[in-house]
């Protein structure tokens, strides 16, 4: 088990869109180990391959209050959602800021786990908003270009002068 280190916006490796997953392998089932225990140590409830330099569409998550509902995503894909809503949300990428966004409140996953077998969940709540947020990094995408120009400047900026110090 390893500890990997998260990118940080405005890291350009966080922009690609990351490649589909064919091989379900020893591999991968070690690095889906070093991706919870980076995501439990951080702490945060969801990380996705990308954000430690690797391109690959799978993430994990834990959404639960006891740190004990381990969740692989592998391929995912939103099947069928309902309406949005306005949700905090943060980033280990984009560490320490905050803002609200629009997130589908309830949504239904079809993603593969770490053996290659389809499964679906419905999800709601924090684990919906969740799934959200990874596929959204999947797709090279972040919290915060859902914001305005001005306040993703801003952002980039605090966290270029952060990084420098
Ligand atoms: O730890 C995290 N918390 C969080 C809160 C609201 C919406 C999404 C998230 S995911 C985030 C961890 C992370 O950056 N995953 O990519
Ligand atoms: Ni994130």
């Known amino acids: 088990m390893a500890l990997l280190s998260i990118l940080h916006h405005p890291d350009p490796r ?15 089932r070690a690095l889906i180990e070093d991706l ?5 140590a951080a702490p945060g409830t969801g990380l ?3 954000q430690v330099g690797m391109s690959m569409r799978l993430a994990v998550m834990d959404c639960s209050e006891t740190r004990s509902q381990r969740i692989v995503m592998i391929n995912p894909e939103i099947i069928s959602s309902d309406e949005r809503r306005e949700m905090e949300e943060g980033c280990l990428s984009v560490p320490d800021i905050f803002d609200k966004v629009q997130r589908y409140n309830r949504l239904h996953l079809r ?17 919906a908003q969740c799934i959200q947020h990874e596929i959204d990094h999947l797709d090279g995408k972040l919290y915060i270009d859902y914001l305005s120009p001005l ?3 801003r952002i980039k900026k605090k966290l270029l002068k952060r990084e420098a110090a």
């Open 151 to 153: 306040k993703r400047e």
């Open 36 to 40: 919870f225990e980076t995501m439990y």
């Open 48 to 50: 996705a391959a990308n």
């Open 111 to 127: 993603a593969l786990n770490e053996f290659g077998e389809p499964f679906e969940v419905c999800a709601f709540g924090l684990m």
């Open 14 to 28: 966080l922009r690609r869109k990351a490649a589909l997953v064919t091989r379900f392998d020893d591999a991968l």
